[in-house]
């Protein structure tokens, strides 16, 4: 079984509209970093999620965008259970979001399998 936790840091709020600035995921079994990333969003990052998180428009400057890296982040969380914190309500919808906006199949939303730690 792959076990990926996961975090995400975004431009906002709602899952499905704003993007992602950072990823990472962890795979569960040994601890160890297997993806982090930072991602220009194509957009500019509300002063108030900045506060929230500390990413800054200078932060990301120069990053990949998430379209970029989307096809080996479709790989890695392919067949992986995901385990996040109220991911079931943010993390796994915009991550999600984002793999379709790129392109890619996304996330089976009916039958993801997920450890959500709320």
């Known amino acids: 079984m792959k076990l990926l936790a996961f975090d995400i840091e975004a431009t906002g709020l709602d899952p499905y509209e704003d993007r992602i600035l950072e990823l990472a995921v962890i795979r569960v079994d040994d601890d160890a970093l297997v993806f982090h990333a930072f991602f220009d969003p194509e957009r500019p990052i509300p002063a108030d999620a ?5 990413i ?3 932060d990301v400057t120069g990053c990949p965008t998430f379209r970029t890296c989307a096809q080996a ?3 890695l969380v392919d067949g992986a259970v995901l385990v ?3 991911s079931r ?6 991550l999600d979001a984002e793999l379709r906006r790129s392109g890619q199949r996304g996330l089976d939303l009916a039958t993801v399998q997920e450890i959500d730690l709320h």
């Open 89 to 94: 309500r943010y993390d796994t919808l915009l």
């Open 84 to 86: 996040g914190f109220v």
């Open 56 to 58: 800054t428009q200078e």
């Open 50 to 54: 900045s506060a929230i998180h500390g």
């Open 73 to 75: 982040i479709q790989r």
